[in-house]
């Protein structure tokens, strides 16, 4: 069973503790925080990462990190449920599909938009319209700019991609020049 369907489960079933205990905003944040702390530290990454450290060890390591950070119970449970599972070293990828998770059940979609330079706060706002309407849900947005696509916009939505730009434009005028003079 590959990471991403056992991040998934995870996910989906702490998402249900979490909304019935109505903490998902507290938990996913203290997961979050957690994540980057390990992530942030090479020897931490390596306890929990360690088949060989026992994993009374690795608890007592745990254990002291919740006790300083001030987690929630619903918080030390998953990760002590991730410890005893030995999938605590893969707590980055469990938070990204608790991540999509949470956003489908409050219909949120993500959309990357790429434009050639920054854009004004209407123009965002624009495009969050649209992207709403098209997708029938709420749109989460993040923008950067990439000179390389010279204007116009593209927009990613998970493994969709709406291209707009002028660079792709101009390509696809190039491919059918090339096919009319064949």
């Known amino acids: 069973m590959s990471g991403i369907t056992i991040a998934n489960r995870y996910a989906k079933a702490l998402a249900d503790v979490m909304t019935e ?41 745990l254990k002291e990190l919740v006790t300083r950070l001030k987690l929630r119970p ?41 434009t050639a330079r920054e854009i004004s706060d209407a123009e965002k706002e624009m495009l969050r319209d649209k992207l709403k309407t098209i997708t029938g849900k709420e749109v989460r947005l993040t923008f950067r700019a990439d000179p390389g696509i010279i204007g116009g916009v593209v927009t990613r939505i998970g493994s969709l991609i709406i291209d707009g730009s002028i660079k792709n434009q ?13």
């Open 74 to 114: 619903t918080t030390i449970n998953f990760l002590q449920l991730l410890l005893n599972n030995h999938r605590l070293h893969n707590l980055d990828q469990m938070v990204r599909a608790l991540s999509r998770e949470l956003d489908h059940r409050a219909n949120i979609v993500s959309a990357e938009i790429s």
């Open 170 to 182: 101009l390509s696809q005028m190039k491919q059918r020049l090339m096919t009319q003079r064949a």
């Open 21 to 61: 205990r109505k903490e998902s905003n507290e938990v996913f944040a203290e997961l979050s925080r957690f994540s980057s702390l390990i992530g942030g530290h090479s020897e931490l990454r390596e306890v929990f990462a360690n088949p060989v450290l026992a994993l009374d060890r690795k608890s007592g390591v």
